[in-house]
Structure formats: C-alpha cells, structure tokens
C-alpha cells in the first residue's frame, strides 16, 4: 500500500504564503509524478498540478499560475506544494497523490492537509 | 476546459441494489476517466481507471463502462459499506477535472 504522509493543518492570514509537505517512499517518488489537488467546502475538487519528482519538471493548472510552486527534496523523498497570496477562497483541504502507472489517474493519497485561510 | 457533470448528485437504495451512476464530459475524453469514492473525512480512493479497467484490491461489485462522453459507474449489489460519496475526473486533457459528485445514501 502506498503511503503518502502529508504536514498538519495550518491557519493563515490574507495575504500569506502556505507550504505543505507530502512525504512518500523512495520508490514512490522516483517511479511516479505527484499530483496537487484540493477540495474547499461547496466546491468540490480542483486540480493545482503535476510534479515529476525524477525530472523536478511541473505544470500547473493556469488558475494557480504564479501563485503556486510544486517542489520536492530527493533525499527524504518529500515534495512540497506552496501557495502565496492566500485569500478566503483559498480554504480547503490540500491533497497530494501519485499517479497510476496507467495514465493519469490518482492511485493513492495523501490524508489531506486543512488550510484555513482568515483574518 | 473540459466540464465534467455528474447525476444524480444524490440517491437513496437498499443494500442489495443495484446502482447506476452517471458523467458526462463536455468533450471526448478517449476513455480518459477514473471513478473515486469518498468516505467522510477521508481521501478519495480509487476505484476504477481507464473508464473501465478496476483498481487492484476493489471488490468486484464496482464497474466502470462508457465511451466518448458518457460513462457509467455501478455497484451490481450495494454493500452498507458502500455509504460514500462517488467522483468522476478526466484525464485526457489539463487542468484534468472532476464531477460534482454522487452522494450515496443507505435506506
């Protein structure tokens, strides 16, 4: 069963920056790409992006663009999601997960990490 | 981007049921598609990939089918376990997106 371990939950303010952290196994992070998606109440699942953990190649979803920034830490096998300019909206809960070794779906996750964003 | 439209987005059957749910993609998705199921307070999991083929480890009670635009999801015998809600995404084209979801409950 892959695991995919995520950083706890974090309260910001207008305006912050968040940086959440997902760490995975060796294995995992140099076989598969690594996915950023969360989900605020009442407006289900977004996708943020994609990272190649091997490559350090990413792409986000234009909504996040310039705001966002995939990263990851080879050697404990960790990638990172950053948010800046954190706003209301931006409250959710913050998913990691690895692609499938078919296509682009999301086989396993990470349990989620709650970012509420407030004043 | 491509809009992904789940119904219903709720439903009520009785163990043993059988259950049908459906997506549609605003374009051709070429079988691009995965099924999820969400336990409250839980991660989604994976069901099914490739619009059909299930995820090692899921009962055998899920399928998946469909082409093109639309595609199906059914449980041939619901389980009381099943209680959850059900998430279609696309994978054929970034930003890859999901349905609203399928909330289904046990009578």
């Known amino acids: 069963q892959v695991q995919l371990v995520q950083s706890g939950a974090e309260v910001k303010k207008p305006g912050a920056s968040v940086k959440v952290s997902c760490k995975t196994s060796a294995y995992i992070f140099t076989t598969y790409h690594m996915h950023w998606v969360r989900q605020a109440p009442g407006h289900g699942f977004e996708w943020m992006g994609i990272i190649n953990p091997s490559a350090g190649s990413t792409s986000y979803a234009q909504k996040f663009q310039g705001r966002v920034s995939m990263t990851t830490d080879t050697p404990t096998s960790t990638v990172y999601l950053e948010l800046t300019s954190l706003r209301s909206e931006d409250t959710a809960v913050y998913y990691c997960?690895?692609?499938?070794?078919?296509?682009?779906?999301?086989?396993?996750w990470g349990q989620g990490t709650l970012v509420t964003v407030s004043s | 981007d491509i809009q992904m439209t789940q119904s219903p987005s709720s439903l009520s059957a009785s163990a043993g049921d059988r259950v049908t749910m459906t997506c549609r993609a605003s374009?051709?998705?070429?079988?691009?598609l995965a099924w999820y199921q969400q336990k409250p307070g839980k991660a989604p999991k994976l069901l099914v990939y490739?619009?059909?083929s299930l995820e090692s480890g899921v009962p055998s009670r899920f399928s998946g089918s469909g082409s093109g635009t639309d595609y199906t999801l059914t449980i041939s015998s619901l389980q009381p376990e099943d209680l959850a809600s059900y998430y279609c995404q696309q994978y054929y084209i970034t930003p890859y997106t999901f349905g609203q979801g399928t909330k289904l409950e046990i009578k």
């Open positions: 997960a690895s692609g499938h070794v078919v296509g682009a779906s999301l086989a396993s």
């Open positions: 490739a619009a059909s």
């Open positions: 374009q051709g998705i070429a079988n691009s």
